[in-house]
């Protein structure tokens, strides 16, 4: 079957970096994404990787190794307005995107 | 641009009734998708229209239908609510032609509760 795996809580102080990881077991791969996902509202568009390495926008940056079947999200200088979900997402082989459940992020003074 | 639009907001509905979740964009996207959100598991697919005609079913399509009869609207529809149905239902599309991400924009939301 088809899995996305990322930890469902993590707790990071304001002004600090928080790695977020997402391993993943699908049927092909044709790019993994990042999504926000604040409280009440809609997923926004955070980054995308197909190929093996480091993608950086900002204060946040997205890795991929696809041998290792895993991503990890980077957020640096994390500020309160940072405190979301953040959603891994792969897309298989009928580009259709698997999701991964989330992962709660709290920003603490 | 308003981008993805859904109604209604919310919802409260019998379970019995029937009912029709709209979802509109306005960025021409070939792509529509619906999914629902459920407290602890991840975003998943109900049905989706890679373009204007065509439709495919996704992870869990029971219980729901859909039409894509041009390439704006994408309308979900519930013949008959169960209790189970209870989630917040997220419309999205992307453009899929070369050279994008194809990555998927999505609208605010329509919460349901079927009692």
């Known amino acids: 079957g088809q899995n996305i795996d990322q930890p469902t809580e993590m707790t990071a102080t304001e002004g600090a970096i928080v790695q977020i990881n997402c391993t993943y077991q699908t049927s092909g791969f044709n790019g993994l994404f990042w999504y926000q996902q604040h409280a009440g509202e809609a997923p926004t568009f955070l980054s995308y990787n197909v190929l093996d390495g480091l993608e950086e926008k900002g204060r946040f940056s997205s890795f991929l190794s696809r041998s290792k079947g895993y991503s990890y999200l980077l957020l640096k200088e994390l500020q309160m307005k940072d405190s979301a979900s953040y959603l891994c997402?792969?897309?298989?082989?009928?580009?259709?995107?698997?999701w991964g459940a989330g992962t709660k992020l709290i920003i603490k003074p | 641009t308003a981008g993805i639009t859904q109604a209604p907001t919310s919802q409260i509905l019998a379970a019995g009734r029937s009912m029709t979740l709209r979802c509109t964009q306005d960025?021409?996207?070939?792509?529509m998708y619906w999914y629902r959100q459920d407290l602890g598991l991840g975003l998943r697919l109900i049905h989706y229209s890679n373009t204007a005609g065509t439709t495919g079913k996704g992870e869990v399509p029971d219980g729901y239908s859909v039409s894509r009869a041009n390439t704006d609207d994408f309308p979900l529809t519930l013949a008959s609510a169960v209790p189970s149905q209870t989630s917040v239902y997220f419309c999205?599309?992307?453009?899929?032609?070369?050279?994008?991400?194809?990555?998927?924009?999505f609208g605010p939301g329509t919460r349901l509760t079927v009692l």
């Open positions: 997402a792969v897309m298989d082989s009928n580009y259709q995107l698997i």
């Open positions: 999205a599309s992307s453009d899929s032609s070369p050279g994008t991400y194809n990555e998927q924009f």
């Open positions: 960025m021409r996207h070939n792509a």
